[in-house]
């Protein structure tokens, strides 16, 4: 938890550009699952996520350091972004990680969890994002969300040569990730990729 509301806001908004960041929706981690602390009037959506919204067998599931600033577009929004509210619920009513997989995993089955909406994509941009591990400022990046019917290769992903990163997680979730990295971060300032 992020004790300042409002400091969870702004940081939340470093995810994208300004221009995008200024005018969307801004959620909050509370007690009991993400909330709106701020309506927005363009479509999209930013938060601060946290480890326990990637997949259960990353390594830093449990790691309280992790903010992962995020900005969803409007299908992403509306598709994304509701199954990962929901998996946050989960996890701060005290569900364990592996009960979190077995109910996603019935709830993409039962079409309660929607599949990624046609151009669901997110920026992840801030400058202040901390990812866990050994690099935890990595890079900017564009995530665009796909359903795992077409490979990952098949976008020339996962092949350590190609600038698109698969970054899918775990089963039981039939979300496909890509990461794009781009060079410079949501204020302008260039980014080293490496």
């Known amino acids: ?107 993409f089955a039962a079409h309660e969890f929607a599949l990624p909406a046609m151009g669901a994509m997110a920026y992840m941009l801030s400058h202040r994002q901390n990812l866990g591990g050994n690099d935890p400022h990595w890079m900017p990046h564009l995530m665009f969300y796909y359903d795992r019917s077409m490979p990952a290769s098949a976008w020339g992903a996962g092949d350590g040569k190609s600038p698109i990163i698969d970054a899918t997680g775990a089963a039981p979730s039939p979300l496909m990730v890509l990461l794009v990295p781009v060079p410079q971060w949501s204020d302008g300032t260039p980014a080293a990729l490496h």
């Open 1 to 107: 938890m992020i004790a300042d509301r409002s400091a969870e806001v702004a940081l939340a908004r470093t995810a994208a550009p300004a221009g995008i960041a200024d005018s969307a929706t801004v959620l909050v981690l509370t007690r009991v699952g993400f909330v709106e602390a701020h309506h927005g009037t363009n479509g999209f959506t930013c938060a601060v996520f946290r480890g326990f919204d990637g997949a259960t067998t990353d390594p830093n599931f449990w790691n309280s350091k992790v903010r992962s600033p995020v900005c969803l577009n409007p299908p992403a929004s509306r598709t994304v972004l509701p199954n990962l509210m929901k998996r946050a619920e989960w996890i701060m009513a005290g569900v364990n990680a592996t009960e979190v997989d077995a109910r996603t995993k019935r709830a």
